[in-house]
């Protein structure tokens, strides 16, 4: 079945790095795009960024440009997401999702069929 698995989520203090990683399986992963989104307590579920799995296509929110780096290893059929210059407002649960349609956009989660659990990020002194 299809599978989503998020790791390397943790404790970071501001300015430094983390590097999130999504393995999936169950699925041909160069037909589709694989996003990355999060949700902060009390916030709604927000896209951070999204890549294609068989095109150089990538896309990223303003919040990430700059910072966040999202990168694919499709003979690991795993997704990065390298984010650097972590600020404390880029605490939150860290999902991967799969994009299985290019309906209202790649930041919208509606887009989405299968998501993973998420890993935590917290970024504090």
């Known amino acids: 079945q299809v599978q989503l698995v998020e790791s390397g989520g943790g404790l970071v203090q501001p300015g430094g790095s983390l590097r999130l990683s999504c393995a999936a399986s169950?699925?041909?992963?160069?037909?589709?795009?694989i996003g990355w989104f999060r949700q902060a307590p009390g916030k709604e579920r927000e896209g951070v960024s999204c890549?294609?799995?068989?095109?150089?296509?990538?896309y990223y929110a303003d919040s990430a440009k700059g910072r966040f780096t999202i990168s694919r290893d499709n003979a690991k059929n795993t997704v990065y997401l390298q984010m650097n210059s972590l600020k404390p407002e880029d605490t939150a649960v860290y999902y991967c999702?799969?994009?299985?349609?290019?309906?209202?956009?790649?930041?919208?989660?509606?887009?989405?069929?299968?998501w993973g659990q998420g890993t935590q990020v917290t970024v504090s002194s």
């Open positions: 169950g699925f041909t992963l160069d037909s589709y795009f």
């Open positions: 999702a799969r994009r299985y349609r290019g309906g209202s956009g790649w930041a919208y989660a509606s887009d989405y069929d299968y």
């Open positions: 890549i294609s799995m068989r095109t150089t296509i990538t």
